[in-house]
């Protein structure tokens, strides 16, 4: 027997209700903030990652999958969004007109990294960007909007960190008192972050490696080195979360190594999930769209692990999936004809219907019925059809009622549309 790859899963029906409440959830909330939904190709060619991932990073260096086509072009499955919604803003000119683009998409990602729980080679991310706004506003507001999303799902128990980046004017300064800091403790560090010190320190403070976390510890704080302006940025980012009332963390070991990421920065962590703390993160990419090549937009965004996100819900409720309103139980060939007439008009309408199309028994009808959680069930055979009355049956009340064979369909579809619309599920009185 084929088994499924090993770091990816099948998402099966009675999971699947609770990942279509997610995105029903987050799309109609990113309408509401103005996002608008953009769908991007899951492969694009690996130059585009490792610019705007940076070649440096354990992403690009050993996660990605990565290959060459028939073509000779080097290409990789995407193991993130924002670059694709990067490309895709410069590659359609969506600045000509208004720069300011609010965008979201939702969808999988792919990283070779070792399979462990809530973590998956194929892995589900929601991604949202906002295009050329530079003020602190739109980051307490993308902030805010995340903080809703959590809070619309009943998800509690989550924890924002918030750091400033600074920007090219004064990080150089907090670079070399980091360095200065590093050269003491390098004995101390892991391979990787010794091989990385020089040249990306920032990424030694993100490190997750117990050794290194606590050679850090007393490393200098980026927000120390801030210049005026970045200073006055994030003071109007805070003011303005203390104003929506989302609650924060100042985190100074919250960083993003590259250097066209600037100021904002966020993360939201849990503690359900064990070492997978981290449910969302994001922040300001100021100097993306222009290092890719486009023009000088300013740029924020974030992403939420859906993965992590649906195994914390998963932990307070399931979806199963909706019960059928009706089944039509049918007994005889001249039975299961006119019910699939019957059936096919009902589904039409809107009415969710199930019926036999073997050759069971009444009862054993009865019992598949029961164990779908249906909430009538048509009993229709010979002698109902030659009487002209069939028998509709109320599981939940056990009650039964005759229904001429003449329009039935429209006497069906009136009782139990009017019975959902009341909210009982499909159940008639």
Known sequence: MIQLIRGFKDILPGEAGLWQHVEGTAARLFATFGYGEIRVPIMEKTELFARSIGEETDIVEKEMYTFADRGGDTLTLRPEATASIVRAYIQHKMYAGDPVHKLYTIGPMFRRERPQKGRYRQFYQIDAEVFGIAGP??????????????????????????????????????????????????????????????????????????????????????????????????????????????????????????????????ELQTGVLGAQSAVAGGGRYDGLVEALGGPATPAIGFAVGFDRLVEILSRQHTMAARPPALYIAALGDAAKEQAFRWAAELLEAGIQVEMEHGDKSLKAQMKRADRLGAGHVLIVGEAELAAGVLVLRDMQTKAQRELPVAGVTAALGALLQSARNSGDDGNIS
């Not at 920007?167 to 008192?177: D, G, K, L, S, T």
């Not at 360095?179 to 490190?207: E, I, S």
Request: proline share 5%; glycine share 2%; hydrophobic share 40%.
């Open 137 to 266: 506003y739109i980051d307490a507001q993308m902030i805010h909007m995340l903080h809703l999303l959590f809070q619309h799902l009943a998800v509690t128990d989550v924890h924002t960190h918030l750091n400033s980046l600074g920007c090219p004017a004064c990080r150089p300064r907090f670079r070399e008192a980091l360095l200065a800091m590093l050269d003491g403790v390098t004995d101390q560090l892991c391979p990787d972050c010794r091989r990385r010190k020089d040249r990306n320190p920032l990424r030694v403070l993100d490190c997750k490696v117990p050794a290194c976390r606590e050679a850090v510890a007393d490393a200098p704080a980026i927000v120390d080195y801030l210049c005026a302006d970045c200073q006055a940025h994030f003071a109007t980012v805070t003011r303005a979360l203390d104003q929506l009332q989302v609650p924060y963390t100042l985190d100074k070991r919250l960083v993003r190594g590259l250097d066209y990421y600037t100021r904002t920065t966020f």
